[in-house]
């Protein structure tokens, strides 16, 4: 398998975001604005950052 990891920054806050679009970022493991997280480069983890990618920003 492969071992590639991703890194995902909230850049946007999620107030007055769709429910669904909150739950994602959390699924994420984002907490805070500016607050990054290494996440393994799975489909499931790229199809979340898609769901949300105007509240993100994703590296690597």
């Known amino acids: 398998m ?3 990891t991703i890194k995902v920054t909230l ?3 999620v107030i007055g ?3 669904s679009h909150r739950a994602t970022v959390r699924g994420l493991g984002l907490r805070r ?3 990054t997280v ?3 480069d799975t489909p499931e983890v790229r199809g979340m950052v898609n769901k949300v990618s105007y509240l993100v920003k994703c590296e690597g």
Do not use: A, I, R
Request: charge should be positive; avoid cysteine; hydrophobic fraction near 20%.
């Open 11 to 13: 850049v946007k806050s």
């Open 17 to 19: 975001t769709k429910q």
């Open 2 to 4: 492969s071992d590639k």
């Open 38 to 40: 290494e996440l393994k």
């Open 33 to 35: 604005l500016n607050h």
